[in-house]
């Protein structure tokens, strides 16, 4: 029975041993991997920068251009002109 134990003792103190030793040359704190990507209540919103009022021109072109873009690709028929 003593024998289980020493065994088990002896494996418990390596790891703990490797491992102090893999913090020390490392740098890894205690919990850090939680810290890194955070909950969302610690993280503060983005503020965007505030906007200028738009004019109605430049609603206008904003619309155009949007129609213009969504417009579908028609193909253009091509005579050919021969020179004399």
């Known amino acids: ?3 289980i ?3 088990f003792l002896f494996f418990l ?5 490797l491992r102090s030793i893999g913090r ?3 740098g890894i704190r205690y919990k850090q991997n939680t810290r890194r990507y955070g909950t969302p209540r610690d993280k ?3 503020r965007e920068p ?3 009022p738009e004019t109605q021109q430049d609603r206008i072109i904003g619309y155009q251009k ?6 579908e690709v028609e193909d253009a028929e091509f005579v ?3 020179e004399k």
């Open 50 to 52: 505030p906007k200028q």
């Open 5 to 7: 134990i020493k065994f």
């Open 1 to 3: 029975m003593g024998v």
């Open 24 to 26: 020390l040359l490392f």
């Open 80 to 82: 050919e002109i021969k």
């Open 44 to 46: 503060q919103p983005r």
């Open 66 to 71: 949007k129609n213009f873009e969504s417009t």
């Open 13 to 17: 103190v390596t790891y703990l041993i």
